[in-house]
């Protein structure tokens, strides 16, 4: 399957903004996601992207995170602004091989980069 890798997380103060990416090799034509997991929590959805550029986004982001793709450099962004110590997690992109994204079950993606971690401190 498609290799997926993560980067761009770190430590940032509450209030702060981070850039996320995943690159895709060698390419990713179906849906993308964000996942995120913190320690002792169930893996959650954060967002999705179509291979057309329609994205959706779970309840908890209110507005302040934005997933995008770059088809040309096959790479994945998750903008986040605004981060709370809430948003504190492993953040792991996925994709899956069907072209349009079906919500955030983790049956429906068969490729998982390995992750980057957040870290919000107040």
């Known amino acids: 399957q498609v290799q997926l890798v993560e980067s761009g997380g770190g430590s940032v103060q509450a209030g702060g903004s981070l850039r996320l990416s995943c690159a895709a090799s060698?390419?990713?034509?179906?849906?993308m996601a964000w996942f995120r997991q913190a320690p002792g929590k169930e893996r959650e959805g954060v967002a999705t992207i179509a291979s057309d550029g329609r994205a959706t986004y779970s309840d908890f982001v209110e507005g302040r995170f934005t997933i995008s793709q770059d088809n040309a450099k096959n790479t994945l962004y998750l903008q986040m602004n605004g981060l709370t110590p809430e948003d504190t997690a492993m953040y792991l992109c996925?994709?899956?091989?069907?072209?349009?994204?079906?919500?955030?079950?983790?049956?429906?993606?068969?490729?998982w980069g390995q992750g980057t971690q957040v870290t919000v401190s107040s």
């Open positions: 996925a994709a899956s091989i069907w072209r349009t994204c079906s919500g955030f079950s983790v049956k429906s993606y068969n490729s």
């Open positions: 060698p390419v990713s034509y179906g849906c």
